[in-house]
């Protein structure tokens, strides 16, 4: 199935999550549709020899080396540790899309990466510069869009599944929603602490960033419609503030907002037309008579 496709069905449920939050509270958003066995979401996916990550088990803790190319063609490598019972509360603990957000911004993995990442790069700055803001930036985008795409169906054996930092790491990949988590939670703490989103396209969501956070080098990058956030791929390849064109459903920030309503209902729409999605549509229409 084509890259794209994938994603498509991989956020499909997002847009209903939308509806149901445009009719009936946000409880929806809050709280996971479906949830996998406890011993399968606690069992990390297998990895790849492709996927540049080495995973051992190391008494409590997962090690895991990540080597990854940046932008500029430069080869990196960080190591990490996570504990498993960290990697186990994680797998079981419930979450929706919004809560999964506010989770990651504070996730303690998440800022312990970065720091390993600045150390790496101190490796190759021997003249003892401070590393620029922008370099810096970049290299954490590029950590994350280098690492594998999984859809939750193929890994956790359920069509919707929201992982946690740790899970993302430990698994070595995700979904468009479990990265674009990941890179929130690196970039909401030290030593960026930037003001960041969630913004939710037909198929697909991204990281929005606050345009005054940001490093000067990327200053003009457009924004979301009607809104300070510019939009961060966490797994394309693309320069900051470029998206595909598909109407923006709606940005959560410090709050919901909905920006296209008619995209929100036409997206939804075109879900429930597929026989494959009528489970989770089933789950919204439930949730919403409740």
């Not at 949830?35 to 090690?63: E, F, I, K, Q």
């Not at 430990?170 to 988590?181: F, K, P």
């Not at 345009?211 to 797994?235: F, K, N, R, W």
């Not at 709606?250 to 920006?259: M, P, R």
Request: hydrophobic share 40%.
């Amino acid at each position: 199935m084509k890259r794209r496709e994938l994603l498509r069905r991989g956020v499909a449920q997002c847009a209903l999550g939308l509806v149901a939050s445009a009719l009936g509270g946000l409880s929806r958003l809050y709280s996971s549709a479906v949830t996998p066995s406890p011993g399968r979401a606690a069992t990390p996916r297998s990895l790849d020899a492709a996927d540049g990550v080495a995973r051992n088990r190391v008494g409590g803790r997962y090690a895991l080396t990540y080597d990854w190319t940046d932008g500029r063609g430069r080869r990196w490598s960080v190591d990490l540790s996570v504990p498993r019972p960290a990697y186990a509360a994680a797998a079981r603990r419930p979450r929706g899309y919004l809560s999964a957000l506010e989770s990651a911004r504070t996730d303690p993995h998440a800022r312990r990466l970065v720091e390993r990442i600045d150390a790496a790069n101190a490796l190759e700055n021997r003249n003892g510069v401070a590393f620029p803001d922008t370099a810096r930036f970049e290299r954490a985008v590029s950590f994350v869009r280098s690492l594998p795409y999984v859809t939750d169906t193929a890994s956790k054996g359920v069509p919707d599944y929201v992982r946690a930092v740790p899970e993302t790491l430990v698994d070595a990949g995700g979904d468009c929603e479990d990265l674009t988590y990941l890179l929130v939670g690196m970039l909401s703490q030290p030593p960026f602490g930037y003001r960041t989103a969630l913004a939710f396209l037909p198929g697909h969501v991204l990281v929005g960033v606050h345009s005054a956070d940001l490093p000067t080098t990327h200053a003009d990058a457009a924004t979301l419609p009607d809104g300070p956030y510019v939009p961060v791929e966490s797994v394309r390849a693309r320069p900051i503030g470029e998206f595909r064109d598909e109407p923006v459903l709606a940005v959560y920030g410090d709050g919901l907002e909905f920006v296209d309503r008619t995209a929100i209902a036409e997206t939804a729409a075109e879900v429930a037309r597929d026989p494959s999605e009528l489970e989770t549509l089933n789950e919204v229409l439930t949730s919403l008579s409740a």
